[in-house]
């Protein structure tokens, strides 16, 4: 088996998801203590190894150790004791029921694979923690005993590409204020909507892989007099929701909302194939403390929930029927998706509506251009003045650029074309955030650029990366580093 899949095989035994990395951070410096190789970990729990061969100067390779854990709904996974099962099936790999982890557990691999070997090149591998959600370990790490002017990420998606620039991101929260009013009522009503694709917020926002969150939206508002008990949708602000439910009152009967539900599914199941929308009438006894739970309220189990014993009538914390309308009119209005593209159609800046509670609505926002991000920031907060919603920024991540001439991109180029007769490497920018933006801020005139084998679907279930593109970008990584030719 190549070496780098063999480290793939055994890292992914490990839980890794964002802010569970200890254990991974321990395999890591197991790996270098056998090797007699130089590490550090430190209290986030990135891990630095280094490796000198030669007088040269050295070249840090760079990837992040944690993964987004996504899993179908059938799948009885833990992700905080579980590793991940991996198949084989048609030149890819992917995992049973769940994310693969490829996004960024290949390039860890990758370096890995180089440590392990006998290269002639001086290596400062760097391994961060929770770049798939606040990308803290980039933030915070201390990088005062690197080196090294120049850096090869291994966090990419596309094979046979060069990025040499990528987008900052923010997490934008819009905290809402309505007050919802207790009301005896007979029937309650859930709607769930899954089955769409979702994906990375950047890779695949102009991809028309639906977003849960609007889709349902669309639907409730052809209901009349509704009245919403509780809403959620989504699980990231980096990951396109594949799904989303409400929980409501309304005058209709189970027949005329079936009816609804039909003719919406229909209008859409052409456009989006895998989708489904359950609707069933909520049981009363069984499901109220429930939806307590989701609204986040306390239950006192001493006092009956219910008006009447005999009744099949109960009160429950709800939206009236105005501040409902605008709640679904609010999503629908929201400008999700591409916001600005450059003059080569590539997306400059977006918006992803990540997750949608009863209390906030939760964006990832991207953008590489300083006059985009200003005037998309600004759009946010005249929608939030709109919708009498509070603005916050949670958190921001830088984005990078390098320039195609520098040295380490030439480099990089000249090397590809020695594995790849008669071809050449793709130059390109792309609308993901990585951690390069935080590594550029803390070293001064550093060169990054992004190389990475084929993988797919990143950040959900359908996540694969291509065999024969891991051994290609392998020979191409060592090319690139051999005899301390950096």
Known sequence: MNKTLKFFYEISKIPRESGNEENIAKYLCEFAKK??????????????????????????????????????????INFKKDGIEIIEEDGYLLAKGTTLGADNGIGVSQILNILDSDIKTNIEAIFTVSEETTMIGAEKIDLSDINAKQMINLDGFEEETIIIESAGFFDIVLNNNYITKNKIIEKIYKIKLKGLEGGHSGFDINKNKGNSNILLAQLLKNIKDLEIINFIGGTKFNVIPSSAECIFSCNDDIVSLRRIVDIFLNSYITEY?????LLEEVNLKEDVRLNNKLNSKEVDEDKSIYQNKDSKEIEVEILDKEDSKEFINSILSFKNGVFCKNEREEITTSMNLGIIDFKSMKI???????????????????YANDNNLEFIILGSQPGFETKEDSQLVKKLKKSYEKIEVDKKANIKAVHITVEAGFFKQKIKDLEVAIISPKILNAHTTKECVDIDSVKKCDKWLLEVLKNGNI
């Not at 280094?50 to 840090?60: G, H």
């Not at 194939?273 to 929308?277: A, G, P, Q, R, T």
């Open 35 to 76: 090797r007699n190789l130089y590490y550090r970990k430190d209290e986030y729990n990135n891990v630095i190894i280094k490796k000198q061969t030669s007088n040269n100067s050295p070249i840090i390779l760079q990837a992040h150790m944690d993964m987004v854990c996504e899993k179908d709904e059938e799948s009885k």
């Open 273 to 277: 194939s895998n989708l489904e929308i």
């Open 364 to 382: 990832g926002m991207r953008s590489s251009r300083i006059n985009e991000q200003e005037s998309c920031l600004e759009y946010l907060k005249q």
